[in-house]
Each structure stands twice: as structure tokens, then as C-alpha cells.
């Protein structure tokens, strides 16, 4: 396999060494060689048993069976056109590659591509890369990736730990990235002026302009502003792919969702790793097991602020006027819920001024935030609570209003099994 995966794409790739991949691969984390938990390793295993059988069409291979079988709505696509992945022979502005997600599982597929590219969400591993193959003599084989990945997917931008990349950048007529114009990295914190470059996007924004739906140097649609399109035929045909969206709101989410589920990763394995280093060095001084330093308690307490920072929405760059995609995500993606006792959930959208209605990040209700190290997770509960009931006032929590807190407090109450006895009273 190729050494340029990338899941989400929009991103340089950089052929450096993971920052931490000589820590990952020793214990605790062992990411290389440590058994998978999550929905493809499910599936996986039903392809192998001869539970389900994924059907292959000739335009699109095992996508739609698998978007299925994943539970992925074909509402989640967007499209890059910049050649920053995997297949990059198989993407320009004309052959755009597409991204499906749940709040589970991304898939990334290319137009007459030799495979699909998988990353899911491990409550033990962090983010997971596989590749199924679009041969049909294959019989839908997945294979778990791993180093080649992590040069993109575990160096520097993702601090050394597996995870995702969602890039803004300028590409060219074919899709080749003009470097000298720069890239950012996109989460919810990026001001909305500076997402999408190298990506289609449809949907309105009024008067709030966008990089998407632009080449450097072109002519025709795609040379000319990209904001407010919603119809993407007279860049190239739509109609190869399940849907002809590329959805202004499912971009939005997917750019906070990757940035959260990196943030769960980093705290889970700098947990994990504090409390491994910390145990060699009770057994070295022959004191009891289980004693806790400062230090160490420090290092949790460090790993664990930006989850709780992300997860309220901190920095969030805010929305000047409504914004509204095509394709139905918005509303597909409300109605998952939960929903309290008031019909209240944190998937509502606002839409008009921020992201969402409540500043609580859905992503609480993830496999990943279960999976938090119990002494992480407490400490992540602790501070929520502290910043919800009004105890926190500081700056990174300055933009929530008295009715946020309490808003988000009783949701999470209410939808969210196994919180702190505290959290009741």
C-alpha cells in the first residue's frame, strides 16, 4: 500500500516519521499489533462467517453495501477535488473524491478507484485505517493499515497520534496543490471564510463567502466565487456518485467530529501512558501499587482540558448569518438524538449564529469518550460539571451564556447513561 492515505482529505501530505509511533507500538498502546473494537471489525467478521454478503455494482463497487451495512447515510457526502490521498491519479475537479460518515465510521471513495478507504473510531486504538479492495475477485476483502498510514495520519499535525486531517488549501485545474498560496487546518474554530479550498461544497451562506468550489488559474465554474452554489452538474457530472451534494452542514460536522475524536485519542493514550510510567516507577521504588503522584495527576489533568475545551465549543468561530446545506444531512443527522424529557438534543442545529443549538459536543455519546481510561473520563465529567453548573467562569467558557449551562447540564442529565452520582444532586 501506498504511503498517502488520507481520510479526510484537503490535507498536505508530509512523508515524515509518526512523531510517536515508537511509543504507540510499546505498551500500553501497542496501536500496530493490539486487537481492533469497532463497527468495521464488526463487519469484518460478518463477511468472513458468511453473515452478510456485500453487493458490488459496476459504477461504484462495494460502496453502497457498505454504506449500508455501516449505517452511513449517502446524505454525508462531500467532495475534494484536490489530490491529497491515497488515489491521488484518480482525483481532479472533474473526478472528485467523496466521503461518507457516520459518528462511527469515514469512507472515502474514488471514481474507478483500487479500493475504499475506511477509518473508524476505537475506543482502545483511536482512529483505525482500512482499505477494502474494489476487485470483485477479491469478495469485498478489508485490511487493517497501519504504519504506511499513520506518516500522514499520525506526524505532526495530529501531535504524533492516530488520527484525522481536514485541510482548506488551493489546487489547480488538475488538482494539484499550489503550495505557495498556503493551507490551514479546518475544525470548528476555523473562521468560515477560510474553509473548503479544494473541496465542493453546496449550500447557502448569504453574504459569508467560502474557499470551496475554486481553482487557481481556471475558467469556467470553478474559476469564479463558490459560495451560495447549489447545484454542482456545471462542474462535472454529479450523477457518477450516490448523491449530487457535497453538503455545506455535513462538512461543518465532519470538521468538528475529526478534531473531536483526536482530541479523545490524545487523552486516552497520554492517560494510559502517565499511568504505565507511573506504575514502573512505583514498582522502582517499591511503593504500593496504585500510588499516585502530582505529576502524574498533572499530566492527566494536562491531557484531558482541550477534550473538555472542544467539547463546549470553545473558539468556535462564529456564523454572521444563516447557513443551510442541500441534501438533508441536517435533518437526518437531528433526528438520531438522544432526546430528553423537554424533546431537547444535542444534535440540534442553530445554524443562524453557531454550529448548534446547545454548545455540548454529540460526540459525549461516542465510543471513543466511553472509552476514556476511567481516570480520564472522571476528570473530563469533573470539569464539564464545574463549567455547566457555573463553578468555571474562566475565559475558554466566557461564550457560554447562564442558559447554555443549564440547558446542557440537564440535557446531558437526562441522555447520557453512567454519569457521576454528583452530577444528579
Known amino acids: 500500500m501506498t504511503t ?16 510517536a509511533a515508537a511509543d504507540l507500538d510499546r505498551p500500553p498502546i501497542q496501536y500496530s499489533t493490539a486487537p481492533a473494537d469497532n463497527r468495521v ?9 458468511g453473515v452478510i454478503t456485500l453487493p458490488r455494482d459496476p459504477d461504484t463497487g462495494y460502496l453502497r453495501g457498505l454504506l449500508q451495512e455501516l449505517d452511513i447515510p449517502p446524505s454525508s457526502q462531500v467532495l475534494v477535488f484536490s489530490k491529497t490521498s491515497l488515489q491521488r491519479s484518480r482525483i481532479g475537479p472533474k473526478t472528485p473524491r467523496a466521503v461518507y460518515f457516520n459518528d462511527d465510521v469515514a469512507v472515502g471513495f474514488c471514481r474507478r478507484g483500487d479500493v475504499l478507504e475506511l477509518a473508524a473510531a476505537d475506543p482502545n486504538l483511536g482512529t483505525v485505517f482500512y482499505t477494502l479492495d474494489q476487485d470483485p475477485i477479491r469478495d469485498a476483502a478489508i485490511a487493517r493499515q497501519g504504519e504506511n498510514c499513520l506518516i500522514c495520519h499520525g506526524g505532526s499535525p495530529t501531535q504524533g497520534f492516530p488520527g484525522h486531517l481536514a485541510r482548506s488549501v488551493s489546487a489547480d485545474r488538475s488538482g494539484e496543490l499550489v503550495l505557495s498560496r498556503g493551507t490551514k487546518r479546518v475544525d470548528h474554530s476555523t473562521p468560515f471564510g477560510d474553509r473548503w479550498g479544494g473541496w465542493y461544497v453546496t449550500g447557502t451562506s448569504g453574504k459569508q463567502s467560502h474557499q470551496g468550489n475554486r481553482v487557481v488559474g481556471g475558467s469556467g465554474p470553478a474559476g469564479r466565487d463558490g459560495t ?26 465532519l470538521e468538528h467530529q475529526g478534531e473531536a475524536h483526536n482530541r479523545l485519542t490524545r487523552a486516552n493514550f497520554l492517560t494510559r501512558l502517565a499511568l504505565a510510567e507511573e506504575a514502573e516507577m512505583n514498582a522502582a521504588l517499591d511503593r504500593p501499587a496504585g500510588t499516585r503522584s502530582e505529576s502524574t495527576t498533572r499530566r492527566i489533568d494536562r491531557a484531558c482540558e482541550p477534550v473538555v475545551e472542544y467539547l463546549l465549543f470553545s473558539e468556535e468561530a462564529p456564523l454572521t448569518g444563516p447557513v443551510a ?18 424533546g431537547r438534543s444535542l444534535r440540534q442545529f442553530d445554524l443562524t449564529a453557531r454550529m448548534f443549538k446547545y454548545p455540548l459536543s454529540y ?16 476528570q473530563v465529567y469533573r470539569r464539564l460539571w464545574e463549567v455547566l453548573t457555573g463553578k468555571d467562569r474562566s475565559k475558554p467558557f466566557a461564550h457560554l451564556s447562564d442558559a447554555d449551562r443549564r440547558d446542557c447540564l440537564e440535557i446531558l ?8 452520582a454528583y452530577w444528579k444532586e
Open 228 to 253: 451560495n452554489v447549489t447545484d454542482l452538474r456545471p462542474y462535472f457530472t454529479a450523477g457518477d456518485y450516490p448523491t449530487p451534494h457535497s453538503d455545506l452542514v455535513a462538512l461543518m460536522v
Open 363 to 378: 460526540v459525549v455519546y461516542s465510543k471513543l469518550f466511553d472509552g476514556l481510561p476511567a481516570e480520564a473520563k472522571e
Open 4 to 19: 498517502r492515505l488520507l481520510l479526510l482529505a484537503g490535507a498536505v501530505l508530509v512523508a515524515a516519521p509518526p512523531a
Open 325 to 342: 446545506g442541500t441534501s438533508g444531512f441536517a435533518e437526518e443527522f437531528a433526528a438520531r438524538g438522544p432526546f430528553d424529557g423537554q
Open 41 to 49: 471489525e464488526d463487519l469484518v467478521r460478518k463477511i468472513k462467517s
Open 413 to 420: 442529565r437526562d441522555t447520557k447513561p453512567g454519569l457521576p
